[in-house]
């Protein structure tokens, strides 16, 4: 035997919530389906000069004017009281003026309407439909002012549950407007729907057969609803917030029920707060409300009953507070071209503006290159995810490139406020290769990196050749004005190629013209040492090496560069143990094609430790005419200075005469010698002090040094030594007895990037690169002293004594 739909879900509700010790015994107030269509009320709220019909209407402030009359059919056999009252709390009840009575069934318009202000101190108003019988407005009254917690809660609650009902609807009109139509289309439909409505989408349905996906993502509907920020808000009442609960529980399955969902936790706390003041003359009918335009149309969970006790429908009106309208994001990882037929403004955070007619007249602002604002019409689509643009043809021909646009619209009786975003349309500046395009190398595919106006407008890039296929190529929006792709090279011969990049709406592609060259494969030597688990590879091609196996030592690429025409591919060992010196090999280099090769591979010695001992910097003179400049002596060596420091090298290992020490600046170019005898001196066999002259150096060092050790033709690790800074030669700074700021005067000026009056540099002058002139602006010094930042020590400060 079956149970009656409306059973099963009852039967199937009390069970979840009985696993959940949250109800009680099954009885006649538990949740039913709001399934029943009931009466409709005709609603307009005025605020100030504007009127607006009841579905606009987020919430109600004080002062502000309804007009409420039921619309019922003209055949309509019982009579019906319409009831409205305000309320200002759980604990405060009402005043008895804030309950006003209307007979629908009269003929004047003022006897069968209400005409109502709110009042100030409101917070609530409730709806109620009584059916006519002697002293219902004194029972009614009565019950409202006596319990006005009860009614100031299921007010709230029926509030959540009308907003979650309203995502519900649209998520199930979605899917069955789409579910005879293009076979795959739900695949990507429900997915983005259940993201903007925030349902609970169950991706299982997307595996199923084409004919049964539409009925499994709509089964146990009213578990799919998940809780959202905004409409529970609006739900919060002084005993706390039942939704909290949902929420912690909308993704927890309960005893093979489902899940359970704060639509269906409202509705459970709304059956317990009717049950528990029902009486002999009322039953409390709760009711969710459907709003279009100045309509509330009811549903009911259960029948009205006309004989005793008499159903008393109850209808919540929007909270009586300021507007708190959602705070969209934006979804864009990019931007966005306004010329693409369908444009999305992806948004997050509101399913409320997708499912009620709250956020109204949206518009995207635009502001041209010529300083016009231009306003383009969009709507809310939650298939797609955001709000679609529908007014592209007003663009003028001539907005180009990329413009900042704002979303903003109406919320109520509010502005409302969204974010902004990057909109591009196609320009005729055509596009440019960044970086080398010689560097293109048949054989292998190449990244390619282009700059244009509108990368997010690109329609298609095809590759041509001469005498060859056109080829159509993927690309990557990078930033706001690029798009990255590969040129497929590998099958290709050397010479020249043209590159159409089309833009969405333009006819005509821009075309570069580009030429790649031949480069032949080679591996020309493998670099190892002893204790080592790293290793270098020279040769050409070198980007389609896999891996190296040494005797079990296996090397995987990390990091290629280029010197000249040779390559130099870092090889990192993922396992294995490092090797002996001195022993030769055979090196099996695995390349990406599946070829292997090998190659005889000698294990060098182990390279030298070393170590920094200590440095002593010795500051010059100033120069006659110039000011001196006192230095950070433990960090800077000025380069009319000089250092003398010490290194040493494990007792394993003895120093001698041919060791030399290299210093190079940060990049490793251009390194300087020092030997024994120019500059250097043993200690003993393990220590060597060597001196620094700056002015041995040459122009090409400067800023952070680094130092190693060449022994016996092996050089170790390259190690900080210090910081090398080139000082301006400052000849006068003269302040002002009155005014702000000083004037300095010198030369070499340009090596200064900043001068201010603290150590912190907070209020600091900058110097412009290649800076020229020999007077700078600084601000007033403090305690007799500026501070300068130099270019070639961004890190230290160095001051300057004002006389």
């Known amino acids: 035997m079956r149970l009656p739909l409306n059973r099963m879900i009852i039967a199937r509700w009390s069970a979840a919530l009985l696993a959940l010790g949250l109800a009680g015994p099954l009885t006649a107030a538990d949740p039913a389906p709001f399934e029943l269509t009931g009466p409709s009320l005709l609603i307009l709220v005025t605020r100030g000069d504007q009127t607006l019909p009841i579905a606009q209407v987020p919430s109600l402030s004080e002062g502000d004017k309804l007009s409420v009359q039921a619309d019922l059919p003209q055949d309509q056999g019982a009579r019906f009281i319409l009831v409205s009252a305000f309320l200002r709390g759980a604990t405060n009840p009402p005043p008895k003026d804030w309950i006003h009575f209307a007979e629908t069934w009269k003929k004047k318009a003022k006897d069968r309407e209400l005409t109502l202000t709110v009042p100030e101190g409101a917070r609530q108003m409730v709806l109620f439909l009584v059916p006519d019988t002697g002293g219902a ?11 006005p917690g009860e009614f100031v809660r299921a007010t709230q609650d029926l509030n959540q549950a009308s907003l979650d009902r309203s995502r519900l609807d649209s998520f199930m009109g979605a899917i069955q407007a789409q579910e005879n139509t293009h076979p795959e289309y739900l ?16 991706e299982d349905c997307l595996s199923k057969v084409i004919e049964m996906q539409a009925a499994c993502l709509l089964d146990n509907r009213d578990t799919l609803v998940l809780a959202d920020v905004h ?21 927890t399955r309960e005893a093979g029920y489902g899940y359970y969902s704060p639509y269906i936790g409202v509705a459970r706390d709304i059956a317990r707060i009717f049950g528990a003041f029902s009486n002999p003359e009322f039953d409390y009918l709760p009711t969710l409300s459907v709003r279009r335009d100045d309509a509330m149309s009811l549903l009911l969970n259960a029948a009205p009953s006309f004989q005793k006790p008499k159903s008393v429908m109850v209808v919540a009106m929007p909270a009586i507070e300021a507007d708190s309208p959602p705070r969209l994001r934006s979804g864009a990882e990019g931007p966005i071209c ?15 503006i997708y499912s009620t007619a709250y956020a109204r007249e949206m518009k995207l602002a635009l502001k041209a290159p010529s ?13 797609r995810g955001g709000y679609v643009l529908t007014g592209r043809a007003a663009l003028p021909a001539s907005l180009s490139g990329s413009v900042r646009g704002h979303l903003y619209g109406q919320w109520g009786f509010d502005r409302f406020d969204g974010p902004d975003f990057t909109l591009q349309l196609p320009d005729l500046r055509g596009w440019s290769v960044q970086g080398t395009e010689n560097a293109l190398v048949t054989g292998r595919d190449n990244a390619l990196l282009l700059k244009g106006g509108a990368p997010a407008c690109v329609e298609s890039v095809t590759l041509r050749a001469p005498g060859g296929q056109a080829q159509s190529l993927g690309w990557k929006v990078k930033g706001q004005d690029a798009i990255a792709l590969t040129l497929p090279l590998a099958e290709r011969r050397a010479g020249p190629l043209e590159l159409e990049v089309k833009y969405v709406g333009v006819a005509q592609p821009s075309v570069l013209s580009l030429r790649s060259y031949a480069e032949a494969s080679r591996l020309d030597g493998l670099s190892i040492h002893a204790g080592d688990k790293s290793a270098t590879l020279s040769g050409q091609r070198l980007d389609q090496v896999e891996s190296v196996d040494l005797s079990g030592l296996t090397l995987r690429p990390d990091g290629l560069t ?12 993922q396992d294995g143990q490092p090797l002996d010196a001195g022993r030769a090999m055979t090196a099996r280099v695995a390349l990406r094609d599946g070829r292997r090769v090998d190659m005889p591979v000698t294990i060098a010695a182990a390279r030298p430790q070393v170590r920094l001992l200590g440095r002593t910097i010795t500051p010059g003179k100033a120069p006659a005419g110039a000011k001196p400049l006192a230095l950070d002596g433990a960090e800077l060596l000025p380069d009319d200075g000089e250092m003398t420091f010490s290194i040493a090298v494990d007792e394993g290992m003895r120093l001698n005469a041919s060791d030399a020490i290299e210093v190079a600046s940060a990049d490793g170019a251009n390194p300087i010698r ?25 122009p090409a060092l400067f800023g952070p040094l680094r130092f190693r050790l060449v022994h016996e033709g092996e050089a170790s690790d390259w190690q900080p030594l210090v910081t090398l800074a080139r000082l301006p030669k400052i000849e006068a700074v003269a302040c002002a007895e009155q005014g702000e700021g000083c004037t300095i005067r010198g030369r070499d000026l340009f090596l200064i990037e900043a001068v201010g009056s603290t150590p912190a540099l907070a209020d600091a002058a900058t110097v412009a690169h290649g800076y020229t002139g020999a007077v700078l602006k600084a601000p007033r010094p403090q305690a007799g002293k500026l501070y300068l930042r130099l ?12 006389a």
């Open 137 to 147: 407005e004194g029972t009614l009254s009565d019950a409202v002012r006596g319990k």
């Open 187 to 202: 695949r990507t439909l429900a997915p983005v729907l259940a993201r903007s409505l925030s349902m609970k989408l169950n």
């Open 231 to 251: 409409s529970s808000s609006m739900a919060e009442t002084l005993t706390g917030a039942p939704t909290d609960l949902a929420l912690q529980l909308s993704a």
């Open 338 to 352: 306004a010329a693409r037929p369908g444009a999305v403004l992806p948004v997050e955070g509101a399913p409320l």
């Open 371 to 383: 300083g016009e604002t231009i306003e383009l019409p969009v709507q809310a689509r939650a298939d």
């Open 562 to 573: 280029r010197e000249g025409q040779i390559d130099q591919l870092r090889l990192v060992a």
């Open 674 to 698: 020092l030997t024994m005898g120019q500059g250097v001196r043993m200690e003993g066999p393990h220590i060597l002090v060597a001196r620094l002259d700056p002015a041995d150096l040459g």
């Open 791 to 802: 270019r070639d020590a961004p890190d230290s400060v160095v001051v300057l004594p004002v």
